[in-house]
């Protein structure tokens, strides 16, 4: 992840800093975070909050095409980008994605503005996902 961070177009410790102040007024993004931990099977602690909160940012910045990627065929001109990963996708990046707290998705940009779990095959629409029915299936 670390190269990553360096590919952002963003200042991504200042999108940090303002995820983690997010984090302590939004209500419900603190309920998905508890609910992405049980679901997780693990403890919230400090450790565990960070590491939700910077892997949900990096996704979100991911999906909006804020993160840029080496790819020497694409070059840039790339129309969208599909997130694959074996799993289902946490409540807390769900949530993150349709609050766009800073403003980052043009709509009709990315197509595929969710995550494809490579277990299920099946792919989970971010614009179309109710957190309140959904439950990691």
């Known amino acids: 992840m670390g190269n990553l961070y360096l590919e952002a177009e963003l200042d991504f410790n200042d999108l940090l800093t303002k995820v983690r102040e997010l984090y302590q007024k939004d209500k419900l993004f603190q309920k998905y975070i508890k609910e992405d931990c049980a679901f997780s099977k693990r403890k919230l602690n400090e450790n565990q909050l960070n590491f939700f909160l910077e892997e949900d940012l990096m996704t979100y910045l991911i999906l909006n095409k804020k993160i840029k990627f080496r790819n020497e065929y694409v070059q840039g001109r790339e129309k969208w980008v599909l997130l694959a990963y074996p799993g289902f996708p946490l409540k807390s990046l769900v949530y993150l994605c349709q609050k766009d707290p800073f403003k980052l998705t043009p709509k009709n940009t ?13 792919f989970y629409d971010f614009n179309n996902l109710d957190l309140e029915t959904w439950n990691y299936n």
């Open 110 to 122: 990315n197509e595929f503005y969710g995550e494809y779990n490579l277990d299920n095959h099946k």
